[in-house]
């Protein structure tokens, strides 16, 4: 049994109930300055996904970025034979070389020419080109050599790179 005649015990008990409560409900109901509460709105993105508002000023979130895919072609032009007696494997000097060059890219059948444009001097080049079948040849058709030709049609699809090697002939047997 509690002695409620000693005043230290009633005192104590009445400052930790008055601690309690103080605590519990002092807290509760008071308006909090640092708490920002957004609306549930979201944003629809080019993606196809969705974000919602965030931080202090309740914002729309970034959309993930959207990488636009076009359809081209690229590739490497290849200059060979280097020397007159090819040994297979080939000797190091006479391995087929990059070339930089002039090319045509045609109809598939050669009788149109649709754009031209160079390999680099590493051989490489990258076009963009609506989908469809090509073929690359030299730009200059009147000279003999060097020949450069495609290995037969290229196929370019929607939103994607076909890629090639130009074999670009030297003339030398």
């Not at 072609?73 to 040994?87: A, S």
Request: aromatic share 4%; with cysteine.
């Amino acid at each position: 049994m509690i002695n409620t005649k000693n005043p230290i015990i009633i005192a104590t008990g009445v400052i930790a109930l008055l601690l309690i409560v103080i605590v519990f409900f002092g807290t509760r109901g008071k308006p909090d300055d640092n708490i920002i509460a957004c609306t549930m709105e979201a944003k629809i993105c080019p993606d196809g996904s969705a974000v919602g508002r965030v931080g202090p000023t309740c914002e729309f979130a970034k959309c993930p970025e959207v990488k636009v895919q076009k359809s081209g072609i690229e590739g490497t032009v290849m200059l060979g034979p280097i020397c007159p007696v090819m040994r297979d494997p080939p000797q190091e000097e006479c391995k087929d070389k990059p070339f930089e060059t002039q090319l045509a890219l045609t109809t598939v059948d050669g009788t149109q020419k649709i754009l031209a444009f160079n390999s680099d001097s590493n051989g490489k080049f990258s076009i963009e080109i609506a989908a469809g079948e090509y073929a690359i040849s030299s730009s200059d058709a009147t000279k003999m050599f060097p020949r450069c030709v495609s290995n037969g049609i290229i196929k370019v699809v929607e939103n994607s790179v076909a890629k090639v090697e130009i074999n670009c002939d030297t003339g030398i047997r």
